[in-house]
Structure formats: C-alpha cells, structure tokens
C-alpha cells in the first residue's frame, strides 16, 4: 500500500501536518493574515491619533473608527479586485 493514502499507523495530526496538498501558504495569506491581526488595533491608534491630535471631539472617535475600518475594507477590496483581474 502507498504511504500516501491514509492509514492508522499515522496520527491525524501528523497527516495533516505532512500532507503535500498544494495548499502551502504565500505571499498573498501572509498579508492576509497580517491584515486581520493587525488592521483593528492600528484602526483604533488612528481614530485615537485624530482625537489626540484635536481633529474632533471625544464622541467622534467610534464613527471615525467605523469609517476607518470601511475605508480599509473596501481598499482591500479594491486591490484584490485589481490583482486578480476580475
């Protein structure tokens, strides 16, 4: 039997682990990931950085926050929109 078909004498996880599927990852899921985990905490400095910096007042930090994250939602939308020629 090949060693490419599942067998029992392999843990999921290690099938997993080892599993040559095509699915490795690139350039495009690295600033993929890096978006997700850092787009809210540098939206949430800038909607601050503008209240500290006397742009607006103290109740206007959650919409600017708000637009922020819209404006870099439909940015990112936007490139892959762009990049991926559709």
């Given at each position: 039997m090949s060693k490419d078909i599942p067998t029992e004498e392999?843990?999921?996880?290690?099938?997993?682990?080892y599993a040559n599927d095509g699915n490795d990852p690139t350039l495009a899921s690295y600033l993929s990931s890096l978006f997700f985990l850092l787009s809210v905490p540098a939206?949430?400095?800038a909607a601050y950085g503008g209240y500290w910096a006397g742009l607006?007042?103290?109740?206007?930090?959650?919409?600017?926050?708000?637009?922020?994250?819209?404006?870099?939602?439909?940015?990112?939308?936007g490139i892959m929109h762009?990049?991926?020629g559709w």
């Open positions: 392999k843990s999921i996880r290690e099938r997993g682990t939206l949430v400095t607006y007042a103290e109740s206007a930090v959650v919409p600017a926050f708000a637009g922020l994250l819209v404006a870099s939602l439909a940015g990112v939308f762009y990049r991926t």
